[in-house]
């Protein structure tokens, strides 16, 4: 049983591009897809697969293609990759204290009332909430 599938889906993307893999699988949610979602869009993943669930009735699986800034020496696009809010210490902020990341070179993504946001996305909707992760 995993306690922190977002931490797994950043350990499995981390682990992934340091053995210079082309694509992750990953057990799919919702909350797992938006991410992928906000990843590929802010361009940090090439792109991302849902495919369906088996016979079984098990979980689809989320299968993500990384991206690589050249290809002889294959460095990733994600060099970094940190969880903030874990299951046993919520962290939650406001609107006026959505944090920058590498001082704005980087993206913060945040669960908020409005789904999941960019920290960019979120200032711009005037809302705050719990910050899942960092990427840089």
Same mark, same amino acid.
């Given at each position: 049983?995993?306690?922190?599938p977002?931490?797994?889906m950043?350990?499995?993307?981390?682990n992934?591009?340091l +053995?210079?893999?082309d694509?992750? #699988? !990953?057990?799919h949610s =919702?909350?797992k897809? =938006?991410?992928?979602?906000?990843?590929k869009? $802010?361009? %940090?993943? $090439?792109? #991302?697969?849902?495919?369906e669930?088996?016979?079984?009735g098990?979980?689809?699986?989320?299968?993500? =293609?990384?991206k %690589?800034?050249?290809?002889?020496n294959?460095?990733?696009?994600?060099m970094?990759?940190?969880?903030? +809010?874990?299951p046993g210490r919520?962290? %939650?902020?406001?609107?006026?204290? !959505?944090? #920058?990341v590498?001082?704005?070179?980087?993206?913060?993504?945040? +669960?908020?009332n409005?789904? !999941?946001?960019?920290?960019?996305?979120?200032?711009?909707?005037?809302?705050?909430?719990?910050?899942?992760? %960092?990427v840089?």
């Amino acid at each position: 049983m995993i306690v922190d599938p977002i931490a797994d889906m950043l350990a499995r993307i981390k682990n992934a591009q340091l +053995s210079r893999k082309d694509e992750v #699988y !990953i057990p799919h949610s =919702k909350i797992k897809e =938006k991410i992928a979602e906000i990843l590929k869009r $802010e361009g %940090y993943i $090439e792109d #991302y697969v849902v495919s369906e669930k088996n016979k079984k009735g098990n979980q689809g699986t989320l299968i993500i =293609k990384l991206k %690589y800034l050249d290809d002889r020496n294959r460095k990733p696009a994600i060099m970094g990759l940190r969880r903030v +809010s874990k299951p046993g210490r919520r962290i %939650y902020v406001g609107v006026n204290e !959505i944090p #920058y990341v590498r001082k704005g070179l980087g993206t913060a993504i945040l +669960s908020t009332n409005k789904g !999941i946001l960019t920290d960019a996305e979120a200032r711009k909707e005037r809302v705050g909430g719990e910050i899942l992760c %960092y990427v840089w």
